[in-house]
T-cell receptor
Framework: GAVVSQHPSWVICKSGTSVKIECRSL??????MFWYRQFPKQSLMLMAT?????????EQGVEKDKFLINHASLTLSTLTVTSAHPEDSSFYIC????????????FGNGTRLTVT | RKEVEQDPGPFNVPEGATVAFNCTYS??????FFWYRQDCRKEPKLLMS???SGNEDGRFTAQLNRASQYISLLIRDSKLSDSATYLC???????????FGRGTSLIVHP
């Protein structure tokens, strides 16, 4: 089946530093990549939708200058958390729809970010 | 009203029990429906798609009721390993963005 590879699986960084999370589609072309964030015991929250070759669409309340999304190729999308702070500590997950609109989402395995 | 709603639970059931979850959606133009399972600190994994005629996969049965705008998931003979959060996902008609319910927590105890 379609595979979305996400890394790193976990990262610990100091406050003020930037962290890049990568998601690669291994056996399909990911025209669209969805980025989610999940805090403990809460539901997945969509942060942004990125389309290859164009600017990402951010959900209300998500700072586009803080969460930089790049989707320069059909197999790679990245999320960079800039100037991370402890409140950015969360579980970040990417996903895509390999089979078209009516097909299920395939998720990366997530990145657990801890900012100290 | 949220576009996709689920009872957060938790549903606390003994091993061997049958348990059912519902998920309601507000947009009648919704086109495709899925159930995912999410374990603690892990990514969601597809459990099953939901087809108009209903479908079954082992102990799991999914059904769609378009008239009442809900989907359901039935788990028979619950196992301890079924303990997880179950998410329903709806592809809303006219939108390319899958919409999640907040998830229903299931705890199966011995």
């Amino acid at each position: 089946g379609a595979v979305v590879s996400q890394h790193p699986s976990w990262v610990i960084c100091k406050s003020g530093t930037s962290v890049k999370i990568e998601c690669r589609s291994l056996d399909f072309q990911a025209t669209t990549m969805f980025w989610y964030r999940q805090f403990p015991k809460q539901s997945l929250m969509l942060m942004a939708t990125s389309n290859e070759g164009s600017k990402a669409t951010y959900e209300q309340g998500v700072e586009k200058d803080k969460f930089l999304i790049n989707h320069a190729s059909l197999t790679l999308s990245t999320l960079t958390v800039t100037s991370a702070h402890p409140e950015d500590s969360s579980f970040y997950i990417c996903s895509s729809i390999p089979g078209g609109y009516n097909s299920p989402l395939h998720f990366g395995n997530g990145t657990r970010l801890t900012v100290t | 009203r949220k576009e996709v709603e689920q009872d957060p639970g938790p549903f606390n059931v003994p091993e061997g029990a049958t348990v059912a979850f519902n998920c309601t959606y507000s947009n009648s133009a919704s086109q495709s429906f899925f159930w995912y399972r999410q374990d603690c600190r892990k990514e969601p994994k597809l459990l099953m798609s939901v087809y108009s005629s209903g479908n079954e996969d082992g102990r799991f049965t999914a059904q769609l009721n378009r008239a009442s705008q809900y989907i359901s998931l039935l788990i028979r003979d619950s196992k301890l390993s079924d303990s997880a959060t179950y998410l329903c996902v709806v592809n809303i008609g006219g939108s390319y963005i899958p919409t999640f319910g907040r998830g229903t927590s299931l705890i199966v105890h011995p």
